[in-house]
């Protein structure tokens, strides 16, 4: 499941990206994340801002190009919580940085 806010200058603000445990490490996290890294240059956006928690396998984001930008520690205690962000050009679309 994916779902984001596209559009409003440029940003496209990613809000959900899930794969239910049975689904998981069968490549369809990537193949969602890159659906949404589509639609977001068909509907003009030049950046993906993502949150996600250190306790959800953010290695993902970072293998496909993003960068982390935001950290705050215990939040929720014992975890952290994650922005990253990904510009977006023309010339990238369907490679994965």
Do not use: N
């Amino acid at each position: 499941m994916a779902a984001f806010t596209g559009g409003r200058g440029g940003c496209c603000e990613l809000d959900l990206l899930w794969v239910h445990p049975r689904w998981r490490r069968r490549g369809y996290a990537s193949a969602l994340l890159g659906w949404a890294e589509t639609e977001a240059r068909t509907r003009g956006c030049t950046q993906v801002v993502l949150f996600s928690h250190a306790s959800q396998q953010p290695g993902i984001y970072l293998g496909r190009g993003y960068a982390l930008v935001g950290r705050v520690e215990d939040y929720p205690t014992g975890d952290a919580a994650l922005w990253f962000r990904k510009a977006l050009s023309p010339s990238s679309a369907g490679s994965r940085g």
